[in-house]
């Protein structure tokens, strides 16, 4: 199981970015990505989930109405868009293959998880 992010890059705030996560190993017919990004010195958060079926997601609230997840399975990879991009939106950004936890709200890695080396997104003016 790999997965590689990439796309990441400095913009300025209200800027636009589109990141990728390129998924080997294993198939996204069958499989949810959840990304998920960390701050310096902050613990990893998630903040979007695509399930097997694309019409599954879910947003972490700061990310609401801003963000768009989407995949292609016959590339077997998944995208995040971002628009109106924040300064606070500033972090590293990492895919993982994940299930939903409906009861928690919150996508959880599935086993063996594989961060890989993220990409960087960085708004700033």
């Known amino acids: 199981v790999q997965l590689q992010a990439s796309g990441g890059g400095s913009v300025q705030p209200g800027g636009s970015l589109r990141i990728s996560c390129a998924a080997s190993?294993?198939?996204?017919?069958?499989?949810?990505i959840g990304w998920f990004r960390q701050a310096p010195g902050q613990e990893r958060e998630w903040v979007s989930y695509?399930?097997?079926?694309?019409?599954?997601?879910y947003y972490t609230d700061s990310v609401k109405g801003r963000f768009t997840i989407s995949k292609d399975n016959a590339k077997n990879t998944v995208y995040l868009q971002m628009n109106n991009l924040k300064p606070e939106d500033t972090a590293a950004y990492y895919c993982?293959?994940?299930?939903?936890?409906?009861?928690?709200?919150?996508?959880?890695?599935?086993?063996?998880?594989?961060w890989g080396q993220g990409t960087q997104v960085t708004v700033s003016s």
């Open positions: 993982a293959r994940s299930i939903w936890d409906h009861a928690e709200g919150v996508p959880v890695t599935t086993p063996p998880v594989s």
């Open positions: 190993g294993f198939t996204l017919d069958y499989n949810g």
């Open positions: 695509i399930g097997s079926s694309a019409e599954t997601t």
